[in-house]
């Protein structure tokens, strides 16, 4: 039947009478409630206390600077929390869900939201109907409706009765169909329930969870440390509101308030970078875990190869019949189909206009499991059956002389050698036409689709990553075999296995040789589960690619699910990453990012942490040996500005390096944000840091007799020296000297001059001199600075080098890869 739909005019009108196809969103926090939020952490409760105390005693340049420190605080929380929720917009409005429509006669793709009330809309598995409508024409058509009913189980809709409305939310499991636009938008049943389509829920990751616990005790610890360090104090008869404040400033300084944000900005960064490769994290989770993703299910069509379709070859018995047969059987929803009616164009065979002069009465949709499409057309008043599908598959429902069915199985094995996918069409118009036997032999036809550029070399950089990579593909054995040896597998009998073994094969069985195979062909979608399920059992993390709705449940059960763009709605909604260019390149691109976080997030801890019990070592140290207290409030609250601010966060920025992608991601997957070296890399800085600092203040108060001069000593040397030995955590694994260009990071060595320039203004500039009680220092003591800043440093390279057992001096430089 011809279905005209709307013509441009039509669809103008309906849209200014009835709107947008759009539901009401959860509206995103505005910045002043962001910026609001800021004031629930315990960081500024502290601070605001403090800087009570202070105006309490009048201390009011005290109280200045803590406003101060308040007012820096609460901005640079909420600027990253401001840009971390616009990033999860941004990722959010490109999931634009589309739609194919009938217009002017033509099957079109648009938007969902651009669907007007008369609009024609085909429907396929796998689809989320985007409004309201009529079946008005329906093939075997199930839709599950559990998002308005909570009914898992699909029902049957058919255009024949009242059972032919359909909602917008719900799904097609199966068949195909044409509905008629009735309502849209908040018009809808899901829009007057005030639900809405393919929001992205951002949670919390685990990382994150831990990392919040984690702060947590250490906050108690911190406080804890203080009390005694309070009740010493007290004991060696300090000044009790002296002790008090030292105290709370202390824990301000201690307690590394910020780290929660600094893992949502790498993470949420890290989405960033994988979007400019084209490559869409739905969730922030992802991001961990495909750092330690060790396995990668991938599909052939249109992920190794470009999906750009053609055929190039064709062997027919009868090329009329044959040209027929391939029209008739085709819905022109995938890739594939598009190609062979492009195909049957260039043949001066008009395909729209048979098309639609032969009513279809009947049709079997194509899927997966059974890898055939029939389709039974009324042809000149009579019926007939065409079917396209798998060659070896079809073949065995015609009559056909055993030698020709040999010859015709040669003829496919030898095409799929060549990397082609060969289908094959069949079909009679006698007896029971749904009846899978006496067909006729048509012909085959064999469809390239070229390779894409540079997956070769991301594969190999996959592999060099401990990265497993195994194709499952539906297509022939052969055809899959070219493809893998194309891309530089070394393919024997051992590293194939067909659908046809994979049903019969026990999960045991599979386990134990499933390390080996390469290429799983003829594949099902149930069999991919089958596949992930025994990977998963065998200790790997498992990323697998996926397109129609019968590969949900595997995407799910996969530790990433991977969706091509042209997916269904379905398959990308279980995806947690969603390739925009269809390219294996951006999983590798991808895995790489997730490595770097991890990376990077446990620098930023181990940095943090080291230069919070610094300070507390050198402090608490001073009260036991009835020594004032090395630094002031104000010193503290001025170093803290420094190191605690744009450092720490920037550090989460470091690019990745070729040393870190060849760590195996088995070993990746069991190292902790602090295992046994980086505590004892935090030790020992913090012992160096605050036992050195403790030492020049001891030794020149008592050489010189002035406080001011041994406090503006000791606060150089603790400010600078964080600022200097950070570059040593620029990598925790190898050494600062093998590193090609220490100042790759722009943006760390940008916060470092920042932080340098407020350590030298604070101890030359005459107002802040009277601020923080500072004095200017003679170059000589610049000397003693720089010395420990270097000690440090060596600290870091020896723990470096105990952890690794390698000689640093000859190593080769590590190149960055960006």
Not at 205 to 220: D, N, R, W
Not at 494 to 510: T, Y
Not at 764 to 791: C, D, H, Q, S
Request: include cysteine; proline fraction near 3%.
């Amino acid at each position: 039947m011809i279905r005209q739909g709307l013509n441009e005019n039509q669809v103008l009108e309906s849209r200014q009478k009835f709107g947008e196809n759009i539901l009401p969103t959860k509206e995103n926090n505005s910045w002043f409630v962001i910026l609001l939020s800021q004031f629930k952490s315990p960081l500024i409760y502290i601070l605001v206390a403090t800087a009570i105390i202070s105006l309490i005693l009048k201390e009011y340049m005290n109280a200045g600077l803590m406003a101060l420190v308040v007012t820096f605080n609460l901005l640079m929380g909420f600027f990253q929390e401001y840009n971390a929720q616009k990033t999860l917009i941004a990722l959010k409005n490109l999931l634009k869900p589309e739609a194919i429509v009938i217009r002017n006669g033509i099957n079109k793709k648009i938007e969902a939201k651009d669907i007007v009330v008369g609009d024609l809309v085909v429907l396929g598995p796998g689809d989320k109907i985007p409004a309201d409508g009529e079946l008005i024409e329906d093939v075997n058509f199930l839709v599950k409706e559990a998002i308005l009913t909570g009914e898992e189980e699909a029902i049957l809709k058919t255009s024949i009765d009242k059972n032919n409305l359909v909602f917008m939310g719900t799904v097609v499991i199966y068949g195909r169909g044409i509905m008629k636009v009735t309502k849209i938008g908040i018009q809808t049943e899901i829009g007057k329930i005030g639900q809405s389509l393919a929001e992205i829920k951002e949670e919390k990751t685990p990382l994150q969870i831990k990392l919040e616990k984690f702060a947590t005790k250490l906050v108690y610890l911190i406080i804890v440390i203080c009390s005694i360090i309070f009740l010493v104090g007290i004991l060696r008869h300090q000044n009790i509101l002296q002790m008090l404040k030292i105290s709370v400033i202390l824990a301000v300084a201690a307690i590394p308030e910020g780290l929660p944000v600094a893992i949502m900005v790498i993470l949420s960064l890290g989405m960033k970078k994988v979007l400019k490769r084209k490559g869409l994290v739905k969730k922030l989770l992802a991001m961990e875990t495909l750092g330690v993703t060790s396995v990668i299910l991938t599909d052939k069509t249109g992920t190794l190869t470009e999906g750009v379709m053609k055929v190039v070859k064709a062997d027919f018995v009868d090329q009329e019949k044959a040209l027929l047969g391939l029209t008739l059987a085709n819905n022109q929803r995938s890739n594939l189909e598009t190609a062979i009616w492009d195909y049957i164009r260039k043949k001066h065979f008009n395909p729209q206009d048979i098309f639609n002069s032969m009513a279809r009465t009947f049709e079997e949709p194509f899927d997966n499991e059974k890898k055939y499409m029939l389709s039974i057309n009324r042809i000149n008043g009579n019926e007939a059956a065409s079917i396209i599908g798998a060659p070896e598959i079809i073949l065995q429902m015609c009559d056909i002389e055993a030698d020709k069915k040999q010859d015709i199985l040669e003829k496919i094995s030898c095409w799929a050698g060549e990397g082609l996918k060969v289908l094959g069409v069949i079909s009679k118009n006698q007896g029971d036409l749904k009846d899978k036997n006496n067909f006729t032999w048509l012909g085959l036809i064999g469809i390239q689709d070229p390779i894409r550029k540079g997956v070769k070399e991301a594969i190999k950089v996959a592999m060099e990553a401990g990265i497993k990579v195994k194709i499952v593909t539906g297509d022939y054995r052969k055809t899959a075999e070219k493809i893998a040896r194309s891309l530089g597998f070394n393919i024997a009998e051992k590293n194939i296995m067909e659908g046809n073994a994979l049903e019969i094969i026990s999960e045991d069985e599979l386990k134990e040789k499933i390390d080996d195979i390469i290429i799983f062909s003829r594949v099902t979608p149930h069999q991919k589960l089958k596949i992930v399920k025994v990977l998963q059992e065998k200790g790997e993390v498992v990323a697998m690619t996926g397109d129609g709705i019968n590969d949900a449940t595997a995407l799910k059960k996969s530790d990433i699910g991977i969706a091509v763009n042209n997916a269904t709605d379905v398959a990308k909604e279980a995806a947690d990453l969603i390739l925009l260019n269809n390219n294996f390149k951006t999983i590798i691109a991808a895995c790489k990012e997730g490595r770097l976080i991890f990376s990077n997030i446990k620098k930023v801890v181990a940095y943090v942490l080291s230069n919070s019990f610094a300070e507390i070592i050198l402090i608490f140290g001073a009260i036991l040996m009835g020594l004032p207290t090395p630094l002031t409030i104000i010193q503290i609250l001025w170093a803290h500005l420094i190191c605690d601010g744009p450092p720490d966060i920037v550090l989460g920025f470091e690019t990745r390096n070729k040393a870190l992608h060849e760590e195996d991601p088995k070993t990746l997957r069991k190292e902790e944000i602090l295992d046994k070296p980086i505590i004892a890399l935090i030790i020992l800085i913090s012992l160096t840091i605050g036992l050195f600092s403790l030492f020049i203040f001891t030794y020149f108060l008592k050489q010189t007799g002035q406080i001011n001069l041994a406090r503006t000593i000791t606060f150089a040397t603790v400010a600078t020296v964080d600022l200097i030995y950070i570059f040593a955590f620029k990598d925790l694994k190898n050494s600062l000297f093998r590193t090609k260009n220490i100042f790759d990071n722009k943006y760390l060595f940008g916060a470092v001059i920042y932080g340098l320039i407020l350590v030298v203004a604070a101890i030359y500039v005459p107002v802040l001199n009277k601020v923080l009680e500072t004095v200017p220092l003679k170059p000589f003591y610049w000397f003693i600075v720089v010395g420990v800043a270097l000690i440090t440093v060596f600290w870091v390279e020896l723990i470096k080098y105990i952890r690794n057992g390698r000689n640093f001096n000859n190593a080769m430089p590590v190149e960055n890869n960006n």
